[in-house]
């Protein structure tokens, strides 16, 4: 199983942009799955979650700017991403908890990351 992630770029400051991410492989369900990122010099911190169900949890410096949603039948999930600032500048990284057969547990996989740049 593998997680691919895209939509990142360069943007101005308020500018927009949407990140998808997808697994590919062989997957029996998708449970939670979110965003974070990692911004140079720092942690990787959660951006965002969105559980099975579609409970949507934000990070403070996200709320009322983002917006994580998630397509079940594709197993996709986006961060729709607003009035960018550059201290939003990161790679931002999916994650989802799969399970691959009903004799395992879950098990949380990460995507490659995508680069977003948000110029001044």
């Known amino acids: 199983v593998q997680l691919q992630a895209s939509g990142g770029g360069l943007v101005h400051t308020g500018g927009s942009l949407r990140l998808s991410c997808a697994p590919t492989?062989?997957?029996?369900?998708?449970?939670?799955m979110a965003w974070y990122r990692q911004a140079p010099g720092k942690e990787r911190e959660l951006v965002a979650r969105?559980?099975?169900?579609?409970?949507?949890r934000y990070a403070d410096s996200a709320e009322d700017r983002f917006t994580i949603s998630r397509d079940n039948s594709k197993n996709a999930v986006y961060l729709q991403m607003s009035s960018l600032k550059p201290e939003d500048t990161a790679v931002y990284y999916c994650?989802?908890?799969?399970?691959?057969?009903?004799?395992?547990?879950?098990?949380?996989?990460w995507g490659q990351g995508t680069l977003v740049t948000v110029s001044s």
């Open positions: 969105i559980s099975s169900g579609g409970t949507a």
């Open positions: 994650s989802a908890q799969i399970t691959t057969s009903y004799s395992d547990d879950y098990k949380r996989y």
């Open positions: 492989g062989s997957i029996l369900r998708v449970a939670a």
